[in-house]
């Protein structure tokens, strides 16, 4: 029986990050295959119950350094890259080869720092991202390694993994690490350190509970975990610390008296995100529409740019806007598709006609309905 109650069982959208320390055995540097196994048959289980899944996966570097014959200990930048580059393509074949025999296609998606923090390129990661979902694939992603330099770099995937459900508007996050959970003290050095199950807020005590890493292969400590609950909770969706050498390390969470740390959302994915585009004190700029259009929008559909008659200040792709009635009066607020050079040349057109005046292909909205607010 599934428990509907359990964050993980009732979650729409998953994305599950795996930590260098589980993937690859730090006495051979090789893959754990006969864990990965379980952990892919978990991954199947939840796509089964018809749920999307996206999984977050490091051990590039870890799984590369080998091949490379690269000293244990620091690398230098450019060796990490070098691992990265070796380590990342045998990392995807073994998913390939996990879960492609179960009839799901796998799609690597290596992202950068600059693609979730610039506008532009946060939408349209987004966008593949969904349209991978919707296609029924799994993506597989990664930090791009081997372009990525100290200054414009995670460094961890944790914050990766945070993002990343955030941009996919997922509802729950698993971070399957080397550490059960959150204790009040580093459980390694004081023996008093007492085990939370449950943060309902991230308050400055939280905080500080948060000590270094005690992993040698991965990158990421408690810090890194507790600022990408912030950013997970922030979002609406439920995170979740735990230990994942177990195997089947998914489907032990969702068993009775698991020990591990569950972060509370304070609202759901789309609310958050709508509360944010609302809250926008000064949108970039406005367009206004047609009567049509604002029909279609009150019945909850996208703004298409054949609706928009006139565009108000400068704003680009990923910008919030406000949305005028044709007595210019702010009826909505959202996040617009288009810059506003670019709504000028396709306001008033069908959707299909987008490629023919820009002059390279595009999204159908300018204003996609998860991205907008009905004021
Ligand atoms: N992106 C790094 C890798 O694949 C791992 C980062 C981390 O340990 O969190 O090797």
Same mark, same amino acid.
């Given at each position: 029986?599934?428990?509907?109650?359990?964050?993980?069982?009732?979650?729409?959208?998953?994305?599950?990050?795996?930590?260098?320390?589980?993937?690859?055995?730090?006495?051979?540097?090789?893959?754990?295959?006969?864990?990965?196994?379980?952990?892919?048959?978990?991954?199947?289980?939840?796509?089964?119950?018809?749920?999307?899944?996206?999984?977050?996966?490091?051990?590039?570097?870890?799984?590369?350094?080998?091949?490379?014959?690269?000293?244990?200990?620091? @690398?230098?930048?450019?060796?990490?890259?070098?691992?990265?580059?070796?380590?990342?393509?045998?990392?995807?074949?073994?998913?390939?080869?996990?879960?492609?025999?179960?009839?799901?296609?796998?799609?690597?998606?290596?992202?950068?720092?600059?693609?979730?923090?610039?506008?532009?390129?946060? @939408?349209?990661?987004?966008?593949?991202?969904?349209?991978?979902?919707? @296609?029924?694939?799994?993506?597989?992603?990664?930090?791009?390694?081997?372009?990525?330099?100290?200054?414009?770099?995670?460094?961890?995937?944790?914050?990766?993994?945070?993002?990343?459900?955030?941009?996919?508007?997922?509802?729950?996050?698993?971070?399957?690490?080397?550490?059960?959970?959150?204790?009040?003290?580093?459980?390694?050095?004081?023996?008093?350190?007492?085990?939370?199950?449950?943060?309902?807020?991230?308050?400055?005590?939280?905080?500080?509970?948060?000590?270094?890493?005690?992993?040698?292969?991965?990158?990421?400590?408690?810090?890194?975990?507790?600022?990408?609950?912030?950013?997970?909770?922030?979002?609406?969706?439920?995170?979740?610390?735990?230990?994942?050498?177990?195997?089947?390390?998914?489907?032990?969470?969702?068993?009775?008296?698991?020990?591990?740390?569950?972060?509370?959302?304070?609202?759901?994915?789309?609310?958050?995100?709508?509360?944010?585009?609302?809250?926008?004190?000064?949108?970039?700029?406005?367009?206004?529409?047609?009567?049509?259009?604002?029909?279609?929008?009150?019945?909850?559909?996208?703004?298409?740019?054949?609706?928009?008659?006139?565009?108000?200040?400068?704003?680009?792709?990923?910008?919030?806007?406000?949305?005028?009635?044709?007595?210019?009066?702010?009826?909505?607020?959202?996040?617009?598709?288009?810059?506003?050079?670019?709504?000028?040349?396709?306001?008033?057109?069908?959707?299909?006609?987008?490629?023919?005046?820009?002059?390279?292909?595009?999204?159908?909205?300018?204003?996609?309905?998860?991205?907008?607010?009905? @004021?």
């Amino acid at each position: 029986m599934v428990d509907r109650q359990h964050p993980l069982a009732a979650a729409r959208r998953v994305v599950v990050k795996v930590g260098s320390a589980l993937l690859v055995d730090g006495a051979s540097g090789r893959l754990n295959r006969a864990w990965l196994e379980t952990l892919c048959s978990d991954l199947l289980r939840l796509k089964r119950r018809g749920q999307q899944v996206i999984l977050v996966s490091s051990g590039a570097i870890a799984l590369g350094r080998r091949h490379l014959g690269l000293p244990p200990g620091p @690398l230098q930048l450019e060796q990490s890259q070098a691992a990265a580059a070796v380590g990342q393509i045998r990392l995807a074949h073994a998913y390939k080869e996990l879960l492609e025999p179960a009839d799901v296609t796998v799609a690597q998606v290596l992202l950068t720092l600059e693609d979730s923090e610039q506008r532009e390129r946060y @939408l349209n990661a987004r966008a593949t991202l969904e349209t991978l979902l919707s @296609l029924n694939a799994i993506p597989v992603i990664n930090e791009n390694d081997t372009v990525a330099t100290a200054e414009i770099r995670y460094g961890d995937n944790d914050r990766l993994a945070a993002r990343v459900a955030q941009m996919a508007s997922a509802d729950c996050l698993v971070l399957l690490s080397d550490v059960d959970g959150l204790y009040t003290g580093d459980p390694n050095r004081d023996p008093a350190a007492q085990f939370i199950p449950t943060v309902e807020r991230i308050t400055p005590e939280i905080e500080g509970m948060a000590g270094g890493s005690a992993s040698a292969v991965g990158s990421g400590g408690m810090a890194t975990k507790i600022a990408a609950a912030r950013i997970a909770v922030g979002a609406g969706c439920h995170m979740c610390i735990a230990a994942g050498h177990h195997l089947h390390p998914l489907k032990r969470l969702e068993g009775k008296k698991v020990r591990c740390t569950w972060f509370r959302p304070l609202s759901t994915p789309v609310a958050a995100r709508k509360q944010w585009i609302a809250g926008t004190l000064r949108p970039a700029g406005a367009v206004q529409i047609d009567a049509g259009a604002l029909r279609a929008l009150r019945e909850g559909r996208s703004l298409l740019p054949a609706g928009v008659t006139h565009t108000q200040g400068q704003f680009a792709a990923g910008d919030t806007v406000s949305v005028l009635g044709s007595d210019g009066a702010e009826v909505a607020r959202g996040i617009a598709g288009y810059s506003d050079a670019d709504t000028r040349r396709i306001m008033g057109h069908k959707s299909a006609e987008i490629e023919a005046v820009l002059g390279f292909r595009a999204r159908a909205e300018f204003i996609h309905r998860d991205d907008l607010v009905i @004021l």
